[in-house]
């Protein structure tokens, strides 16, 4: 099985400009091959610090997940 997943880094305006927060969102998809749609599994808050796929691996080992493959897109 494949899921997907898209890492963004949070914003925030200062003056006009703007700047990372030091946090990003991580949201993971698989898609519902029935109705061609795309289903959230995860939305993930994480320091940008911490790697994204390792993180996207403890939460869905805690979800039950197994035998799937990580795309990023």
């Known amino acids: 099985?494949?899921?997907y997943y898209v890492v963004?880094?949070?914003?925030e305006n200062i003056d006009g400009f703007e700047e990372t927060t030091?946090?990003?969102?991580i949201t993971?998809?698989?898609i519902d091959t029935q109705a061609i749609d795309l289903v959230v599994v995860?939305?993930?808050?994480?320091?940008n610090?911490?790697?994204s796929e390792e993180r996207?691996?403890?939460e869905l080992e805690?979800?039950?997940?197994k035998d799937y493959e990580l795309i990023q897109l």
């Not at 995860?42 to 320091?47: I, Q, R, S």
């Not at 805690?62 to 997940?65: A, E, G, R, V």
Request: glycine share 4%.
């Open 8 to 11: 963004e880094k949070q914003l």
């Open 22 to 25: 030091g946090w990003k969102t």
């Open 42 to 47: 995860t939305e993930l808050e994480v320091a």
């Open 49 to 51: 610090s911490i790697n």
């Open 1 to 3: 099985m494949n899921l």
């Open 56 to 58: 996207i691996k403890e």
């Open 62 to 65: 805690l979800l039950d997940y």
């Open 28 to 30: 993971v998809y698989d």
